[in-house]
């Protein structure tokens, strides 16, 4: 079966408003590509209990989580810590993650025309960044060596933990997807057919989506009401979506059914990927 797939969003600066996250909106681009969908998201501010209280949740979970953020080594990042809180598991220096840590440093050394000094304290401290959770696996990070992590749950969760950086964390994220999810990938054409279904009620509409997806256990049928819509007014948005060769029938059965029950009907929009 394919998992739920999950997104975790580790900020203060994102619940004050000083950061918009865009996360979000990527990581549904990233599992749409694969015919996968994110099932949820939880924003968590630097609350050392709330975070490791959000993780224990997904680790007993059966889904594959992507953490964003907070997995650096200043007093605000927690995300570590509380991964390895969460996991009831000591945290350890992952030896791969300390030799990309020292290479990247090297590197900074030698644009900076400077000598690499290992044992500086700052380039010491550097190194808790490849500290884990004991077990970790690593995530590369192409755009500056310092990497991420994996870790498994209990439930058989994957949790998967990247920076905050758009930059760093959306590379990453698709890597993991290569690497752990190719197995659920879908990428067969998907298609979403919807219709704007004027001044309707949920209510009434609920027996016919019950009984689309009852003769037709793969797709999936929708309603999206509005109520203040400035072209359309109050409306549903009514359709289906699924596999490309599921969906016609699926369409025909629905829009058959509400030219039968007297639906004043709009526009049409059809969404192929």
């Known amino acids: 079966m394919t998992p739920q797939f999950g997104l975790i969003i580790v ?23 694969r015919g996968l969908a994110l099932s949820y998201a939880h924003y968590v501010g630097d609350d050392p209990q709330r975070i490791t209280r959000t993780l224990s949740d997904a680790f007993v979970s059966a ?13 605000d990042d927690h995300t570590r810590q509380c991964a390895a809180a969460a996991l009831e598991r000591p945290l350890a220096l992952h030896p791969k993650a300390a030799d990309l840590i020292r290479e990247r440093m090297q590197d900074v050394a030698r644009e900076e025309g400077k ?13 808790n960044m490849g500290v ?5 696996r690593i ?3 192409p755009y ?24 760093m964390a959306w590379p990453m ?16 054409p998907q298609t979403e057919h919807s219709v ?35 072209v359309h007014g109050r409306h549903i948005e009514l359709g289906v979506k699924g596999a490309s060769d599921v969906v016609p029938a699926a369409w025909k059965m629905l829009v058959e059914t509400l030219h039968k029950i007297g639906a004043e009907l709009g526009p049409e929009m059809v969404r192929n990927r």
């Open 196 to 230: 704007i279904v004027y001044r309707a009620m949920e209510s009434t509409l609920t027996p016919l989506m019950l009984e689309i997806e009852s003769i037709y256990p793969t797709i999936k049928v929708f309603s999206l009401p509005s109520v203040d819509h400035p």
């Open 11 to 33: 900020g203060d600066e994102i619940l004050s408003g000083k950061r918009a996250d865009k996360h979000m909106p990527k990581v549904i681009e990233l599992l749409s590509a």
């Open 144 to 167: 500056n060596k310092i990497p991420g992590f994996s870790c498994d749950g209990s439930g058989g969760a994957m949790v998967h933990f990247v920076p905050g950086f758009p930059v």
């Open 132 to 136: 884990y959770p004991e077990g970790a």
């Open 63 to 75: 889904d594959v989580v992507f953490s964003c953020g907070g997995i650096g080594a200043t007093p």
């Open 115 to 127: 000598p690499y000094e290992p044992e500086r304290p700052d380039n010491l401290h550097r190194l």
């Open 139 to 141: 995530i590369p990070n």
């Open 173 to 188: 994220i698709e890597w993991a997807l290569e690497h752990y999810c190719v197995e659920w990938f879908h990428r067969e």
